[in-house]
């Protein structure tokens, strides 16, 4: 069935630290692929999507790419603050057919002063 | 502007008492969703609405009903709770399902003694 991996945590960074969290997915279509941002108590909000391969999605200094020939949709970011903080989660979504989105299991980042 | 507000945002039962969490978004979304978080398994979807008056089953819909009496309400109800149903809760709202991003609750977090 369909599915979202991604790396375990907790990855622990010191602050302007480059940052790669891995994802990648399986899906019998072609998904929408998101990565979601929870900071401590509250829901998880929207970071960045891309719909369709070789797409770039970008926000707040993280990029994602698309990667359909290695199903990946790795997270990445050049220089982390402590602001970053937060639990990250890799997602799915179908455009047709599904109203469901599958999410992988969320990878906590701690970044040091 | 509140978004997705979830009540309550704490809550312990003992095993066999029943529950409602109630769900009310102020976006006009059409879609409504109930997930639980569990560590180590991501977001997984218990019930979901594409509307007013219509309900579905997600993922892990046992020993959970809901209701969408009105559009901008979605409740989740506990009718025998179990230990098994601790967890923490999300509700989500989306304008259009599939591709488009999901707004999230701030979570409840429910312990089953």
């Known amino acids: 069935g369909d599915s979202v991996t991604q790396m375990e945590g907790p990855v622990t960074l010191s602050e302007e630290a480059f940052l790669t969290i891995n994802c990648t997915y399986t899906?019998?279509?072609?998904?929408?692929l998101f990565w979601y941002v929870q900071y401590p108590g509250e829901g998880l909000q929207l970071l960045l999507k891309a719909t369709k391969a070789d797409d770039k999605g970008s926000n707040k200094g993280f990029e994602a790419t698309y990667r359909k020939e290695t199903t990946s949709f790795h997270l990445e970011k050049g220089s982390v603050q402590v602001s970053d903080s937060a639990v990250y989660f890799c997602a799915l979504s179908f455009t047709s057919g599904t109203y469901k989105y599958i999410f992988g299991t969320g990878t906590r980042l701690k970044v040091l002063a | 502007n509140a978004g997705v507000t979830q009540t309550p945002k704490f809550r312990v039962l003992k095993t066999g008492q029943s529950m409602t969490l109630l769900c009310a978004q102020d976006m006009n979304h059409e879609y409504m969703y109930w997930y639980r978080q569990d560590p180590g398994m991501g977001l997984r979807l218990i019930h979901y609405?594409?509307?007013?008056?219509?309900?579905a089953k997600g993922e892990v819909p046992d020993g959970y009903n809901v209701s969408r009496l009105k559009k901008q309400n979605f409740l989740l109800g506990l009718e025998s709770a179990a230990p098994s149903q601790t967890s923490v809760y999300f509700c989500?709202?989306?304008?259009?399902?599939?591709?488009?991003?999901?707004?999230f609750g701030s979570g409840t977090q429910l312990s089953v003694l």
């Open positions: 609405s594409v509307g007013e008056g219509t309900t």
């Open positions: 989500a709202s989306s304008s259009v399902a599939r591709s488009e991003k999901l707004f």
């Open positions: 899906a019998t279509g072609y998904p929408s």
